[in-house]
Each structure stands twice: as C-alpha cells, then as structure tokens.
C-alpha cells in the first residue's frame, strides 16, 4: 500500500509502501477514492498538531471510498459499500482502516471523490453550531467563509434557518460566499467587519478560525447572549479578554475541536452529521472543491493551500 509519511516541509513528503490494515473486530477497511486535505494537515506537517496516539503518523483526517473488508463484529457495513469517513489520520493512503462508528454512507448524487471533501467539515460544522445552541432566526458571522470550514458552515446554518454573514479575503471570493447562499458577505482585505456586522444589527454566533487576533472585535460584534465559538488558531492563540465586555453583554466563548475528542463523542457526532445534515445533500448542501491531486503530488497541494486562494476543499485522489 502507498501512503504519505512527511518529514516537516511540502519538499520532502515520500510516497512509500506500508502495511495494508487488517480489519479489527468493529472495523471497517476502505479502497480510497479520495482524500480531504486540510489546515490541520498543514499545522501537523510543521510539527504543530500531533496525531493521537493510536494513529498513523502521516495525514489525513477523511477519505471516501468503497469498503474492501470488514471486521468480524461488523454489522452495518459489507464489501462494496460506497462510504465516506472521519479519520484521527493516516487518510493520505491507498486504504485505510477505521472504527465502524465513524463511517458513513456516501451521499447519493455526489461523485464519489467530491465526497471526500464533505466528512471533516460537515462533522466539525455540526457540532460547533450544535455546541453554540445556534437557532433559526439567529445570526451566524463565518470568518473564512470561502474555505472549507466556511463553505460548509454558510450552507448548514442557511439549512438551520439562520442569518449569515462571511468574511473572505477578495471581493472575488465574498461573492462566492454569496453565491452559496450568505445574506450578507465582507471582504476583510477593505472593509473592517466588526463596523459592518454592527451595523446589520450584530452576530448571535460567530465561528471562528483566525484566533488570537479577532478576538477583541468578535466580542464587539456579538449581541448580547452571543456565542463566540474558536476552532482555529491562524493568527495566534494568546490574547486579553476585557471581562467587563463579557460580563456586560453576556458572551460565551467556547473553544472546540474535533480530532482529540474521545471515539464516544466523535461517533454521537456522526451519527448527528449522518441524521441531520446528510439528508440535505445534495439538494441544499453540496461539495465545493477547488481541486483534485494526485496522491504524488501532496507537496504542490500543501504548497497551494498555504498560499491562499483556495475556494472549498482540496482533495488527493490515489
């Protein structure tokens, strides 16, 4: 089997033979038709987000597929099932093996490479908005509405019913924001979003992936009662919190992340994506990929997803 263990810049990833898994008892092991790539595939190549313990070194935190082998104990899944699933890592492979808690069908009427791109930020999607109490009528601010966490996120929370407003770096790239369904779109590069969010009226939640230097203008730009929810660290993690600002308006920040969660939480989130979210595909949720590489040529992915520019997902197809 070939797979991708990396030695810290996009130069020096290598295409080696591993061991193909072995089914475990509760596992199901997938042929890969595609692998999502993604920013903390990024931050853990620079040596930033080690994988956990019981996972392979190398890449990958979703992949789509058919299943080539079961486990003994597995009951849902059989040989020949187009699936797609959330992985701790090693999604940079051939075939991969996982638990049969975090596999889901893939979705009816996507092609089965796009399908690779749609498992992590469905997953990570669903369970901030569900851990921020977002509600219909309410509205959301998506930093980074152009990328993967953000395409996904404006088209669930117009699901949900919500207000949205994204943040992009380009005029080119807030119209695409528009285009999959945002009321409203900023273009952070000329436009300073705390006046414009105020100005509509604020955000009741904001999703955010930039860190440390929002943090001051996402509190202004809350409502009171507002949910600030970090799932990203891009520019910074340390920063100061006025307290008299939470306090006063009654703000919640709540920091989350999907990969180090215990399989408990990861499987009751799937089962979430698999009961709310995935029924919504493709009618009112679709994939948005940018583009497709060969498995071979993850070092000018890395390279073009750190460059910027990216609309949705990159995906690696062996």
């Not at 299943?67 to 020949?80: E, L």
């Not at 930093?143 to 699901?159: F, P, S, V």
């Not at 009171?224 to 920040?253: E, F, H, W």
Request: proline content about 5%; charged content about 20%.
């Amino acid at each position: 089997m070939a797979s991708l263990p990396y030695f810290g810049a996009p130069e020096v990833f290598a295409l080696v033979d591993t061991p193909a898994p072995i089914a475990g008892a509760r596992e199901v092991v997938i042929t890969v038709a595609a692998a999502g790539i993604n920013r903390a595939d990024v931050l853990q190549r620079q040596g930033n987000y080690p994988p956990p313990a019981d996972a392979p070194d190398w890449p990958g935190l979703e992949v789509s597929g058919r299943v080539a082998s079961v486990g003994a104990d597995v009951t849902r899944w059989a040989p020949g099932d187009r699936v797609c699933a959330l992985l701790g890592g090693g999604g940079y492979a051939e075939v991969v093996a996982v638990h049969e808690d975090l596999v889901l069908s893939a979705p009816a009427g996507v092609d089965l490479i796009d399908a690779a791109g749609l498992v992590e930020t469905a997953c990570t999607v669903w369970s901030n908005l569900d851990a921020a109490s977002a509600r219909r009528g309410e509205t959301l601010l998506v930093h980074g509405g152009a990328g993967g966490i953000g395409t996904m996120a404006i088209q669930w929370a117009r699901c949900l019913g919500m207000r949205v407003i994204a943040t992009a770096g380009s005029a080119q790239r807030a119209q695409a924001c528009l285009d999959l369904g945002a009321d409203h779109a900023i273009d952070y590069t000329s436009e300073d979003f705390e006046h414009t969010v105020n100005q509509l009226g604020g955000a009741d939640v904001i999703l955010d992936v930039v860190g440390a230097a929002y943090l001051e203008r996402n509190l202004a730009a809350l409502r009171p009662d507002g949910r600030l929810v970090v799932i990203g660290l891009q520019q910074g993690a340390t920063a100061t919190i006025n307290l008299g600002t939470l306090l006063g308006k009654r703000l919640s920040v709540i920091g989350t992340s999907l990969r180090s969660r215990p399989h408990a939480q990861k499987a009751q989130i799937v089962q979430g994506v698999t009961r709310d979210l995935w029924p919504r595909i493709p009618t009112d949720i679709r994939p948005v990929t940018h583009a497709r590489y060969a498995l071979a040529d993850v070092s000018t992915a890395h390279r073009d997803l750190e460059a910027g520019g990216v609309l949705g997902k990159l995906l690696l197809v062996p």
